[in-house]
């Protein structure tokens, strides 16, 4: 997906917000059954509702590869139901050397056709560059996380760099693409850190975990992260998704997302 | 996989080899066909004819993935033909927080009874200790990598700990579990800098990668990183996997993991 799409359908749905498709099977309401036909019937049933307030859903990797094959299966066919509209972004956080690497893009970039796949920056440039080398593809580069443990190394100052390590992260590796192919992930939680992150990358999206459930609000991360274009994608999952328990859950998912984006619009329209 | 047991099965093959069944379907003998059975072909025929020669497997999980779910179905049959006697390490370079990393442990140790997976730290203990929850199975978290951009992140020298990035992930890191559940991966390429790491963890494994196509001396790995229990799972795919292209390929892999058996066995009697 192009840059200039991607806010296109921010400025035309009034929304910034990214669902987040964190399927667990234990808690998909009962009336569904079990196993991946169920996780898929969710899917279906969370994207029908919530597709005209949200730009974007994010798959998270690991709960589909719990379910083995089947799981993978699940995922593939989840991919292929998000609308061209949607930025489509894979949550698998890989990282590896180039030869590796190149294999993960074919998965997710050739096989998949996500838009968007987010990355360990720990390894460096040989990591990340070969998903820079498609077209209208997006690497999202984890930098600032929302967990506790963020601390333990991302916050860890630097000798030689100004600032910290995930400030370092930010300022090389914003070198090795461009924003049209490069966002970055920042954690709700941690919304006032987000003006020292603009200052190095003030064109960048950045995809923003941890409003909802983690307790970030979304009114700090607008206030310290937007830029001209909004700049932002705000992910929100299990309180968008798991909203609802009973047969009304796509209902009670619809209910839950309005609320971000209605929320969303008002910052927005303040904003022009 | 119990510590005592992998020291045992280094004693008595005389080997720390670890085999990276690194199956990319467009290097494989022409002979096996197409297509996920004739990975399944080649990975067994591998195994087959080097298991008395090595103490581990490490399966590349980027190269299954590329695949699609078939990959994914070939990948956990894969697992299942590598022998009890072996270290079965899923090379995934997975991480993320709690509520995901679960899913992630799920996928490799329960769903495919995998004995290890290789870990980023990025992000910080959430993203480990799920794996540090399992009896007998291990983290393997990446600590100096052997490509050239390690010197992106790695490296860089930290104001408020002893010296670099790598240094404070292995002492830190090294504290949430033991030497019976933690590795690391050191790469080959940077052998001298094992001597640093041994002053920081004497008793762990270090996982070495970068022996064979990238150029790592054995000699010098042995020499900065062995300690009294050996202390090392060297890893060589594709001078190993890819030494033969003809009908005779498991025999080429063989003779090549003898080359390298046969060295190792050199470095642990000279030890004793």
């Known amino acids: 997906m192009k840059r200039e799409n991607l806010i296109a359908q921010i400025r035309q749905k009034e929304s910034f917000l990214c669902i987040g498709l964190d399927t667990d099977p234990s808690k998909i309401p009962t009336s569904l059954g079990k196993g991946p036909e169920a996780i898929l019937a969710f899917n279906r049933a969370i994207i029908d509702a919530t597709r005209d307030l949200c730009v974007s859903?994010?798959?998270?990797?690991?709960?589909?590869?719990?379910?083995?094959?089947?799981?993978w299966n699940i995922l593939e066919q989840t991919a292929s139901l998000i609308p061209d509209s949607h930025l489509r972004i894979a949550d698998a956080k890989r990282g590896d050397i180039g030869n590796t690497t190149r294999q993960y893009a074919k998965a997710f970039f050739e096989n998949m056709d996500f838009d968007a796949v987010t990355l360990h920056p720990y390894m460096g440039k040989d990591s990340i560059e070969p998903f820079l080398n498609y077209t209208d593809k997006w690497a999202i580069i984890l930098a600032l996380t929302s967990n506790i443990s963020a601390d333990d190394f991302e916050t860890l100052e630097l000798k030689q760099h100004e600032g910290r390590l995930y400030e370092q992260v930010i300022r090389?590796?914003?070198?090795?693409?461009?924003?049209?192919?490069?966002?970055?992930?920042?954690?709700?939680?941690?919304a006032e850190e987000l003006q020292k992150i603009r200052k190095i990358v003030p064109d960048h999206f950045l995809l923003v975990p941890g409003v909802g459930e983690q307790g970030g609000s979304l009114e700090d991360?607008?206030?310290?992260?937007?830029?001209?274009?909004?700049?932002?994608?705000?992910?929100?999952?299990?309180?968008?998704?798991?909203?609802?328990?009973?047969?009304?859950f796509a209902e009670k998912a619809r209910s839950a997302a309005l609320g971000y984006q209605s929320a969303m619009k008002l910052l927005l329209q303040h904003n022009d």
């Open 57 to 71: 859903y994010k798959i998270n990797t690991a709960f589909y590869e719990a379910m083995g094959s089947s799981g």
């Open 221 to 248: 991360v607008w206030k310290y992260g937007n830029n001209k274009d909004c700049g932002l994608l705000v992910n929100v999952s299990r309180a968008i998704i798991y909203a609802g328990n009973g047969i009304d």
């Open 172 to 190: 090389l590796s914003s070198s090795w693409g461009n924003s049209s192919n490069t966002m970055f992930v920042t954690g709700a939680t941690r």
